[in-house]
């Protein structure tokens, strides 16, 4: 038999099932869409905690000077201005995004910040476009949920990590406590109105909210990593498993 072609495949769009050819292009104009707000509706919808649980995953980053780090799916640039401090004159950061919206307010905002030691790229996660063993650790937040083929992108990720490396994955997860998880559940339904009244969008945030609910759980993603090839996969549960970040290691 012969495989199915990709225009023939599906795969989620939130709970819309949509031929997997169009995944990107669609998630692409939800972020043309949010990028000019993204920072100030993250604030807004998060009440302020998503700062919180980046300074938390900066710390398990394990960076050092002198360092290089991909900054994947960096968005508007908040891990990469955390980042550069940390890696100092001789290190880099690459700031990657698929969304050259998202990635030109990133880049105006690391040459705001006078982060020289940031580049910019606009990648691929699927396929990244750089060498074999380029980086000492990848951050990718919130933006796995995203990716059409996570399975190929975690594999692309581990190509581009050196031995001993470490990639660290970001995302919303799923509340342990079942009260927790109801109320979440109860908050996060009312992202697509808050949409629409401070932006005027509420699919954007509708979208947003579907992919939190059919992003793999804690478990299911580590086991996503094993299977990618990364070691020593664990995971570290924030705001009670709302958030949770995922460490792997490259042998």
């Known amino acids: 038999m012969q495989e199915e072609s990709e225009s023939e495949q599906t795969t989620h769009f939130g709970f819309e ?20 707000k993204y920072d100030f509706m993250n604030d807004l919808m998060s009440l302020g905690t998503h700062r919180l649980v980046k300074r938390f995953t900066t ?12 900054d994947l799916a ?10 550069s401090a940390l890696v100092g004159t001789t290190g880099e950061i690459v700031l990657a995004d698929i969304n050259d919206s998202m990635l030109k307010l990133g880049r ?28 000492d650790c990848i951050c990718i937040a919130y933006g796995l949920r995203n990716v059409t083929n996570k399975e190929a992108a975690l594999v692309s990720m581990l190509r581009v990590l050196k031995s ?45 909210v579907e992919s939190i609910r059919m992003h793999p759980d804690q478990e299911t993603l580590k086991s996503m990593m ?9 995971y570290h549960n924030v705001l009670g498993g709302t958030n949770a970040i995922h460490i792997g290691y490259k042998a």
């Open 17 to 36: 099932q949509v031929p997997m050819g169009d995944k990107a292009e669609r998630v692409g104009n939800v972020f043309h869409s949010v990028a000019s």
């Open 59 to 70: 710390e398990l980053s394990g960076i050092r000077e002198g360092q290089r780090v991909l």
């Open 74 to 83: 960096g968005g508007t640039g908040d891990f990469s201005i955390r980042f």
């Open 108 to 135: 105006d905002r690391v040459i705001d910040k006078g982060c020289y030691n940031v580049t910019v790229a606009q990648v691929d996660a699927e396929q990244l476009p750089f060498l074999d063993n380029s980086f």
């Open 164 to 208: 001993g490396g470490r990639v660290l994955v970001l995302e919303f997860s799923k509340p342990q406590n079942p009260l927790l998880d109801k109320a979440y559940t109860s908050y996060t339904n009312l992202w697509p109105l808050i949409g629409k009244v401070v932006t005027g969008d509420s699919d954007s945030y509708r979208y947003l």
């Open 226 to 234: 094993n299977e990618a090839g990364f070691t020593n996969c664990k």
